[in-house]
C-alpha cells in the first residue's frame, strides 16, 4: 500500500503544478492531503494510522518536514542561502537601471558588421548579464525588447534570432552567481553528508572494516566550490552558441546577415561608449567572482560586494547626461583606494599601534570609510528618489526571495512525504539494480531530470529530485565523483527546462513582449538547435571532469587553509609527481647524496653520527623502494583483469540480498506491531518468499570467491605497506636531516643563552631569589625552543623548580645550572664544528630534497606543485575494488 500512495502523491504533485496552482503550495499541499488520506486509510482499514508507512504515523511525517527545513536552514552554520538574496537584488537593480540596454545596443554595433554578429552580440551580453544578474526573465525580456526588433528588421530568421535571445537568457542558470548554483550547492552538501554515512556502511559491509580510509571520502560542496566549478562549463557554452551562429551565418547568409555600421568603429566616442558600456559590469564581475577565486571573500560576502557595486552602477545610471552623474561613484572608487594603500602602510589594529604615524594612518582612513559609506549612501538615494527604482527593486527582491524560501520548505514537506512512504528506498532499489553500474544509474537520472524540464521549474528539480537520488550516485565509489561534479552536471541539465517545449519558461518570457509576426512554432524550432548544444555541452562536460574540478581544487590547495602535504586526499596525485620526478632526476638526486655522503661527519656525536649515516642510506633507497611500489601496482593491475568481472557480479548479489534482508527486518516489525491474522499471514507469506529468494542469491555466489578476495586483498595491503614504506622512510629521512640542520643553525641562540645563564650563576648569591627565578623561566622558555636540547632543558627545569620553593636552595640551584652549563658548552662544541664543516653539505642536499623527498613534510605545497598536481586531483578515480 505505501507504494500506492507513493504514486498518490506523485500524481496530485503533477496534477496541481499541471492546473496552474502555485508551486510554493502545490508541492506541500500534496505532501498533507497524501500523509492524512494515508493516516485515514489506515486508521479505518487496519486500526492503526500508522500502518501504511515505513515507521512511524502521519502526525511524525507531517512535523518532519517543517522540523527538517528549520534544523538544516536555521543553524548559524548554514549560512549559504543568504547569498539568495543579495544576488536578485544586484541583478534586479541592473535590470532596472537599463545597464543590459546599453550593453545590447553598443554591443549589436560592434559585432553586427560580422555575419551572424547580432546574435554573437545577443549571446556576449547574456554571457556578461549572467556574470552580473542571473536572473533569467529579466535577461530574455530586455533582450526580447531591444534585440528582436533589431534582428528581424535587419533580415534574422524568425528561429535563430528567438532561439539565440531564449538560449543566451538562460545562461544565468549556469555562470555564476547563479540562485541555481547556490540552491543546489545547499542541497548537495546535505546529500553528500548522508552518502558519506552510506559509502562508509558500504565499506564496513564489503571488508569487515569499521573505519574507512579518509582518502575514500567523498568530496562534499559549497556555493562557492559550485560557482568555481561553473565557470568553464559556462563559458563552453557560450562559445558553443556562439561558434554555431557564426558557422549558421557563413553556410546560410540570409539567415544571420552582417549588419555594417554607419559610423567608424575606431572613432574615439564609439571606443567610449564601447568602454563605459563593458567596463563596469566586467568590474562588477571581476570584484563578485575575483573574490571568491582569490578566496578573499566567501559567497555571501561577494553577493554583498555584487549588491554594492550594482546600486553604484545604477547611482550613476539613473543620472547619465548630468555633469554630477559620476561622483559619489568617483569618491566610493577613491575612497577604497585609499583606503587600500593605507591599510598596506600603516598598523591599523588600535590594540596594537604604538607610533603615532600609525594613529595618523588610522584618522585617513577613518576619513575614507566615511567617503565610502557617503559614496555608497549617495548612490542609494539617488536609486531612491529617481522614479523609485530602490523602492520597486527591493519589493521586487522580497517578492523573488520569499517565491524561493517557500519552495524550499515545501519541498522540504514532499521529500519526507516521499521518505515516509519509502521512496528513497524504492528510488535506491531502482537504480541499484540497473545493468551498468553508475553510468546507467546516472543516465537515467540525467534523462529523468531532463524529461521534468518540460514541466517543472528548476527550483522545483532542485530541491525535489536532487535530494532523493545525489545521495545515491555520490556514494557509488565506482565513478568516485565530486558533489561539485554532479551539481553542475545537473545544472547544466536542469538550463534546459527553461528552453524545452512546451513549458519552457524563457519561452513564455519572450512570448509575452515578441511582436504577433513572431509565430510561436519559429521559436520552438529556434530552440531546438540550443538544446542539442547544451547537450554536447553536457557530454563535453561530463567526459572532462577536470573542466569542473580544476578551479575548485587550485583554490582549495592554493588557500590560506590549504592542505599540508600529508592530506590523505592528495597522497596518489603526490605519488605519481614524485615518481615522475624520480625517473627523471636520478642521476641529479644520486648526485647530491653522494655529495653528502662524503662529508666528514667524524665531527658529530658517535650517536648523531650513526643516524645521520642511516637517514642517508634510507635516502639512497627511495628508488627501490618506488620500484617496489611499481611492481605491486603492476600486479594488482594484471589480478583486477580476472577479478574486476567477480567482483562486480558478487557485489550486485550482495546488494540484492542486502535489501531483501532489509525488507525482511521491516517485514518483521510489521509483524509484532499488528494482530490481524490475515495480515500477519500474508507478511509471513512474504517473509518465507524473501528468505527463499535470499538463499537461491547465495547459491549464485561463485565457490571461490572467498578465495579469490582474499588474494586480491592480500596484493592491496602488499602495494599499501610499501606506499606506507616509502613515505615513512622518505619523512624520516629527510626529517631528521632538517633537524640536524636546524641545530646548527640556532648556534648563536644557544650561544646567547648560556651567556645569560652564566650571569644568573654569577649572580646566584646575591639576587632576589624571585628575580633569578623569573630569568631562569625566560631561559627556560628560550631553551625550549632550540631542537635537541633536552638533557639542557631538563637540567635547567630541575634548576627551576628549585627557585621556585619558598626557601630556595641556592647552591643545589647554582649545582644544577652548572650542569645545564656543562651540556650546552657540550652541545656548542659540536654544532659548531659542524657548521663550519658539515653544513654547507647538508644544506645543499635539503634544498634539493626538499620537493621530493621532504615534500610530505612541508607546510604546503608551492605554486608550481599546484599547477602539477590539480589537473590530477581534478579527475574522478575508480574506487570499485576497495570496496
Not at 800 to 826: F, G, H
Request: glycine share 6%; proline share 5%.
Amino acid at each position: 500500500m505505501e507504494l500506492v500512495f507513493l504514486a498518490i502523491l506523485f500524481l496530485l504533485m503533477m496534477y496541481a503544478l499541471g492546473s496552474g496552482y502555485p508551486v510554493a503550495f502545490a508541492l506541500p499541499g500534496s505532501a498533507i492531503v497524501t500523509i492524512v488520506l494515508a493516516g485515514l486509510t489506515g486508521l479505518v482499514i487496519e486500526g492503526d494510522s500508522s500502518a501504511y508507512f515505513i515507521q512511524d504515523g502521519p502526525i511524525e511525517w507531517l512535523t518532519a518536514g517543517v522540523t527538517n527545513f528549520r534544523g538544516i536552514y536555521w543553524e548559524v552554520e548554514r549560512d549559504t542561502l543568504i547569498a539568495i538574496p543579495l544576488f536578485i537584488f544586484m541583478g534586479i537593480m541592473l535590470q532596472r537601471s537599463k545597464i543590459a540596454e546599453d550593453l545590447l545596443v553598443t554591443m549589436a554595433q560592434l559585432f553586427g558588421p560580422i555575419p551572424g554578429g547580432l546574435g554573437i552580440s545577443v549571446v556576449f551580453v547574456g554571457g556578461l548579464l549572467a556574470a552580473t544578474t542571473g536572473i533569467v526573465g529579466a535577461t530574455v525580456v530586455a533582450m526580447g525588447l531591444i534585440s528582436l526588433p533589431a534582428m528581424l528588421r535587419n533580415n534574422y530568421s524568425q528561429s535563430l534570432a528567438t532561439g539565440t535571445i531564449c538560449a543566451s537568457g538562460t545562461l544565468g542558470q549556469i555562470i555564476p552567481p547563479s540562485i541555481v548554483l547556490i540552491i543546489l550547492a545547499d542541497q548537495l552538501a546535505s546529500a553528500a553528508d548522508q552518502a558519506a554515512t552510506m559509502r562508509k556502511d558500504l565499506y564496513k559491509q564489503a571488508t569487515g572494516q569499521f573505519s574507512m580510509p579518509s582518502e575514500f571520502n567523498i568530496i562534499s560542496t559549497s556555493a562557492g566550490d559550485m560557482f568555481l566549478g561553473a565557470f568553464l562549463p559556462g563559458i563552453i557554452l557560450v562559445a558553443l552558441y556562439m561558434a554555431y551562429i557564426l558557422i549558421a551565418a557563413l553556410i546560410r547568409p540570409k539567415i544571420a546577415p552582417a549588419v555594417p555600421y554607419d559610423g567608424k568603429l575606431l572613432e574615439k566616442s564609439f571606443l567610449l561608449k564601447v568602454t563605459l558600456a563593458l567596463f563596469p559590469p566586467l568590474l562588477l564581475i571581476f570584484l563578485v567572482l575575483g573574490s571568491i577565486i582569490a578566496g578573499i571573500a566567501t559567497v555571501n560576502q561577494a553577493g554583498a560586494i555584487g549588491a554594492i557595486g550594482a546600486m553604484l552602477m545604477a547611482g550613476y545610471k539613473l543620472h547619465e547626461g548630468t555633469r554630477k552623474a559620476f561622483y559619489p561613484a568617483i569618491l566610493t572608487i577613491a575612497s577604497l583606494l585609499l583606503i587600500w594603500l593605507i591599510s598596506a602602510n600603516f598598523n591599523l589594529n588600535i590594540k596594537t599601534i604604538s607610533e603615532s604615524a600609525d594613529w595618523f594612518g588610522l584618522a585617513i582612513v577613518t576619513v575614507a570609510v566615511t567617503g565610502l559609506l557617503t559614496g555608497i549612501a549617495w548612490s542609494g538615494w539617488r536609486a531612491y528618489t529617481i522614479e523609485e527604482t530602490l523602492t520597486e527593486v527591493m519589493k521586487e527582491t522580497a517578492k523573488t526571495t520569499s517565491l524561493v524560501f517557500i519552495i524550499l520548505l515545501g519541498a522540504a514537506m514532499l521529500t519526507s512525504a516521499f521518505r515516509g512512504f519509502g521512496g528513497e528506498e524504492v528510488v535506491k532499489h531502482f537504480l541499484s539494480s540497473l545493468p551498468g553500474g553508475f553510468w546507467a544509474q546516472f543516465i537515467v537520472v540525467m534523462l529523468v531530470i531532463f524529461l521534468l524540464g518540460f514541466f517543472l521549474d528548476f527550483i522545483e528539480i532542485a530541491v525535489v529530485v536532487v535530494p532523493i537520488v545525489a545521495p545515491i550516485l555520490l556514494a557509488d565509489p565506482s565513478a568516485n565523483i565530486t558533489a561539485v561534479w554532479l551539481g553542475v552536471m545537473i545544472g547544466l541539465n536542469i538550463q534546459t527546462s527553461f528552453l524545452t517545449p512546451p513549458f519552457g519558461f524563457a519561452l513564455f518570457y519572450l512570448r509575452g513582449v515578441a511582436s504577433k509576426a513572431v509565430k510561436t512554432i519559429e521559436m520552438y524550432k529556434g530552440v531546438i538547435p540550443f538544446i542539442a548544444l547544451q547537450i554536447v555541452g553536457l557530454s563535453i562536460v561530463g567526459f572532462n571532469p577536470g573542466l569542473v574540478n580544476y578551479l575548485p581544487t587550485k583554490t582549495f590547495l592554493t588557500s590560506e587553509t590549504a592542505p599540508p602535504p600529508k592530506n590523505p586526499r592528495l597522497q596518489l596525485c603526490l605519488e605519481d609527481y614524485l615518481f615522475d620526478f624520480y625517473a627523471n632526476n636520478e642521476i641529479a638526486y644520486n648526485a647530491e647524496l653522494d655529495r653528502l655522503k662524503g662529508a666528514d661527519l667524524s665531527v658529530l656525536p658517535p650517536a648523531k653520527q650513526q643516524a645521520l649515516a642511516l637517514n642517508i642510506q634510507t635516502a639512497g633507497m627511495v628508488f627501490d623502494l618506488v620500484a617496489d611500489i611499481k611492481n605491486a601496482k603492476l600486479v594488482m593491475a594484471d589480478a583486477a583483469i580476472s577479478y574486476a568481472p567477480v567482483h562486480t557480479e558478487v557485489r550486485a548479489i550482495e546488494r540484492g540480498i542486502r535489501q531483501g534482508e532489509a525488507e525482511i527486518k521491516q517485514l518483521q516489525r510489521e509483524l509484532r506491531a499488528t494482530d490481524r491474522v490475515s495480515k500477519r499471514n500474508k507478511i509471513q507469506s512474504r517473509i518465507a518468499a524473501l528468505k527463499n529468494d535470499i538463499a537461491s542469491q547465495r547459491k549464485l555466489i561463485p565457490s571461490s570467491w572467498q578465495n579469490t578476495n582474499r588474494d586480491f586483498k592480500k596484493l592491496t595491503a602488499q602495494l599499501n605497506a610499501s606506499r606506507v614504506k616509502l613515505r615513512r622512510q622518505s619523512d624520516q629521512a629527510y626529517a631528521d636531516i632538517r633537524l640536524l640542520m636546524t641545530s646548527l643553525e640556532t648556534e648563536a641562540e644557544l650561544t646567547a643563552i648560556g651567556e645569560t645563564l652564566r650571569q644568573i650563576r654569577a649572580d646566584m648569591a646575591a639576587a632576589p631569589p624571585a628575580d633569578l627565578l623569573r630569568r631562569v623561566k625566560t631561559s627556560y622558555a628560550d631553551l625550549g625552543k632550540i631542537p635537541d636540547v633536552s638533557d639542557a632543558v631538563k637540567a635547567l627545569s630541575d634548576a627551576r623548580s628549585v627557585l621556585n620553593d619558598p626557601s630556595p636552595n641556592r647552591q643545589e640551584a647554582t649545582v644544577m645550572l652548572d650542569a645545564t652549563l656543562a651540556i650546552i658548552d657540550r652541545e656548542l662544541a659540536w654544532r659548531s664544528a659542524a657548521k663550519t664543516t658539515l653544513y654547507t653539505e647538508l644544506l645543499a642536499f635539503e634544498s634539493f630534497a626538499r620537493s621530493n623527498l621532504g615534500l610530505r613534510e612541508q607546510d604546503r605545497l608551492t605554486p608550481e606543485q599546484v599547477d602539477i598536481i590539480t589537473p590530477c586531483l581534478a579527475q574522478h578515480r575508480n574506487l570499485t575494488l576497495q570496496f
